[in-house]
């Protein structure tokens, strides 16, 4: 297999770099999920892999919108507010996902997925390099 | 002088060998070296071209430049101008060879996730999930008709219940009666036994009788209540469910039909889509290959340059430095330079063609890729909206049909429950009935008693004969209602029997064949699901490919800036070569006994490779004057500017 096939399906780029390394390691480890998902749906393991999916989610949206609020807040960031709104809805809809799960409801794989990519393409590689052009000018 | 014959006439040997043989030599490796790669994979060809040439022509030297003058400088000029411009193309060339095995990869790679995709819909595994879908669509009308005959059941029991508290709404009645017939008996039993002592006894079955039907006759009272309350509630209760039940068994039912429907279509699309498929791929893939072709033409151009150029530097070479200031170009370089202008107008169109050539092939594998992207995409029925595709409403159907399975056990346990109840209610009226009937007995058989001992006393005992008749009476009344009532009691068993088993499926085997039967469908529900989402990560796989795949293209075919450069390149060099002939070749000059440039310039018009291969075999066979046929065809070169004759590629 050559290099452009070894490729993640689901990859960080650099143009999403907010800038703070904390905050881009995280926002890696979010794609690095979702690809390790993706795999696991390749392999017809969706289901065995979501709990662990779904409780990493719910850890990563406490200290990562944490991380970036914060920021947003010391860099006095215009669009925190708003911001701070995608962050509580993707939470909720995490945490929900992950109690219909726990409530033994396992076809849910697409559902999460589609959602995770959709998150990482609107809001991580849209949304966050708002902060990242803000503090840049700034 | 030695000279070359050939169809066009006569060229010297010194002119000749001295443009030709270099171009000949390198001409013949080139074809070996092209002929031997396509012997050879794509992969290799690639590799030699990435790894396997060199450029034998040095950088630029403009501070050489600077320090020359004259015509030998301008011919130098030229030529570092034209080995820059190798070294830019081949850079250029280079990362598309280097391209091109990613492209053919990735083709590849996706035509492999199309038909993973393809087996997922229509193959074996399409076949698995729509027969699990075909067995789940029966088990949810089986348990549909479950839910029915649990319903017929009820409705059953809530007729017999009427029937049940018919029967005993005169009890309270009969009762009362009964105790006044006793209150009666005992009071005549009393007045006769002053004459006739065996009234006594009479007298004594009469009141524990009395105070049995008082009893029992509240207790059955009691009962029926019990009962009649149990039924008003077990039907709230069941019919409730049943509604409910069979409320989602038949959106359950719509729900697997729809899916079932859905996926027979994306069967359908696959098996449609496969074939177009192994045709996108190949097409795909012969587009590569004809870019391959592409930059094997560019590579003879290159070496056409290369040619030129070392044809351009022999003749500085050859000029000694006295020559070089302020002397006029000497007419056998000024032969050479007609050719090799000659020479780079054919590189030159030949090189915008390979160029042209290139970019549509490239346009072309874009537009095909974006093809099999649209194919796959269409294969699955995806929408624009993606949160409305195919995958997220299979999978929400796949939940709810899951969903409603759960819910239908919860329903069909509580069901259960309350048919047990009712039994346990049913069982307690049966045993009051019970011992209505044995009441019933005790009352016929006092009833006869106080007919006979009546008739022993003759007129005296005729008021005591009423009383008997009339209490044999009510006793059979009483016992008809009580048969009707422990006949209905009866069905009303079978009819909670059938509750139970509705819900159960015991009229096919039981309980835990039904479990079975539940937990497969459960089964192959989530194995349709693990093939759905593996349908949809591959699917997003061939997505994500195909986006690559066509940015690269892009991306490629946008760095291909070369074809302008070569062009003015080219046409400075053309221009330069051509004036600096026309100095040095003044009209007139034809007095020379041989004109070489006249000659050449014929030469150069039915110029082929092959030509230059026969010129470069009679030098070799060291024929000093052997004419040479030169293959000069129709075919020597084409009206499009193709190669024609002028490449032999494998």
């Known amino acids: 297999m050559n290099e452009a096939i070894a490729k993640p399906m689901i990859e960080w780029l650099p143009a999403y770099a907010v800038g703070v390394p904390q905050i881009d390691a995280e926002h890696q480890r979010l794609f690095a999920l979702a690809e390790g998902m993706h795999q696991a749906m390749l392999a017809g393991q969706g289901k065995a892999a979501l709990a662990a999916l779904l409780a990493d989610l719910v850890a990563y949206t406490c200290y990562h919108f944490e991380h970036e609020e914060q920021l947003m807040e010391r860099t006095g960031y215009p669009g925190y507010q708003d911001h701070r709104k995608q962050h509580e809805r993707f939470r909720s809809q995490v945490r929900a996902m992950q109690e219909r799960a726990a409530s033994g409801e396992v076809t849910m794989t697409i559902e999460v997925m589609q959602a995770l990519i959709e998150w990482l393409k609107r809001h991580i590689a849209a949304s966050d390099r708002l902060i990242s052009d803000h503090m840049k000018r700034d | 002088m030695d000279v070359v014959r050939w169809a066009g006439g006569e060229v010297s040997y010194d002119a000749a060998i001295l443009c030709q043989v270099p171009i000949v030599r390198r001409a013949d490796k080139t074809m070996n070296r092209f002929m031997h790669a396509g012997r050879m994979s794509l992969q290799k060809a690639v590799r030699i071209m990435r ?69 997922l819909i229509a193959g074996e595994r399409g076949r698995s999930a729509s027969a699990a879908l075909v067995r789940i669509r029966e088990d949810v009308q089986q348990m549909g008709g479950r839910m029915e005959q649990s319903g017929q059941a009820l409705a059953a029991i809530k007729d017999l219940s009427g029937h049940v508290r018919q029967s005993f709404s005169k009890l309270r009645e009969t009762v009362s009666i009964f105790r006044t017939l006793c209150t009666l008996t005992r009071a005549e039993t009393a007045r006769l036994s002053s004459d006739v002592s065996s009234f006594s006894d009479l007298a004594d079955q009469v009141k524990p009788l009395s105070e049995s039907i008082q009893s029992s006759g509240e207790r059955v009272l009691a009962a029926s209540s019990h009962l009649d309350h149990k039924v008003q509630e077990a039907l709230r209760k069941a019919a409730d469910l049943s509604a409910r039940e069979v409320r989602e068994v038949h959106s359950l039912i719509s729900s697997v039909v729809e899916g079932l429907k859905s996926f027979e279509d994306g069967q359908q699309r696959a098996l449609e889509a496969s074939g177009r498929q192994a045709a996108q791929h190949r097409e795909v893939c012969e587009a590569i290959e004809d870019l391959v072709r592409s930059i094997q033409f560019h590579d003879i151009t290159r070496q056409q340059i290369e040619h030129v150029c070392q044809a351009l530097r022999q003749i500085c070479s050859e000029v000694s430095p006295g020559e070089r200031a302020g002397s006029p170009v000497q007419p056998h370089a000024c032969a050479v330079l007609t050719l090799e202008s000659s020479q780079l107008d054919g590189a030159a169109l030949t090189f915008v063609n390979s160029v042209e050539h290139m ?40 939940t709810g049909i899951l969903k409603a399975l759960g819910r239908c056990a919860s329903a069909e346990t509580a069901i259960e429950s309350t048919a047990s109840e009712l039994g346990e209610t049913i069982r307690g009226m ?10 019933e007995i005790q ?10 001992g009546s008739a022993h006393i003759g007129e005296a005992g005729s008021a005591l004969n009423v009383i008997a008749d009339v209490m044999h009476r009510v006793a059979l009344d009483s016992n008809g209602s009580t048969e009707a009532a422990a006949g209905a009691l009866d069905s009303m ?14 009229v096919s085997g039981g309980g835990a064949e039904t479990d079975h039967a539940t937990g497969e469908t459960r089964q192959a529900i989530l194995e349709l699901h693990t093939s759905s989402e593996r349908s949809f990560s591959r699917l997003k796989q061939i997505a994500t490919l195909s986006a690559q795949l066509s940015d690269d293209i892009r991306s490629l075919r946008d760095s291909l800036s070369v074809g302008k450069l070569f062009h003015e390149v080219v046409a400075r060099a053309q221009s330069e070569l051509k004036r600096m002939g026309a100095d040095a070749s003044p009209a007139g000059s034809s007095s020379m006994p041989l004109d070489p440039t006249r000659h050449i310039q014929r030469f150069t018009k039915q110029y082929t490779m092959q030509s230059e291969r026969d010129v470069h075999e009679a030098v070799s066979r060291g024929e000093a004057s052997a004419p040479v046929a030169l293959a000069v065809g129709p075919n020597a070169g084409t009206a499009d500017g193709g190669l024609g004759d002028n490449v032999e590629l494998f």
Do not use: Y
């Not at chain 2, 016929?444 to 007919?451: F, P």
């Not at chain 2, 068993?493 to 088993?501: M, S």
């Open chain 2, 51 to 119: 790894t396997g040439r060199h450029s034998p022509a040095g950088p630029a030297r403009p501070e050489a430049l600077e320090r020359e003058s004259g015509w030998v400088s301008a011919i130098q000029g030229v030529a570092a101008e034209l080995e820059d411009l190798n070294r830019s193309t081949e850079k250029d060339f280079l990362s598309v060879g280097a391209k091109l095995m990613d492209f053919m990869s990735l083709a590849r790679q996706i035509s492999s996730d199309m038909s993973v995709l393809s087996d």
């Open chain 2, 359 to 398: 970019q549509r092939d490239l346009e072309d594998i874009g537009v095909r890729v974006a093809d099999m992207a649209a194919a796959s995409k269409n294969l699955m029925g995806l929408s624009e909206d993606e949160n409305d595709s195919f995958f997220l409403r299979m999978e929400g159907c796949l």
């Open chain 2, 430 to 439: 049966r045993q009051a009935v019970h011992e209505i009937r044995g009441v």
């Open chain 2, 443 to 452: 009352i016929q058989r006092t009833a006869i008693n106080a007919n006979i």
């Open chain 2, 493 to 506: 068993r079978d009819a909670a029997n059938c509750v139970a088993g509705g819900s159960r499926l015991a």
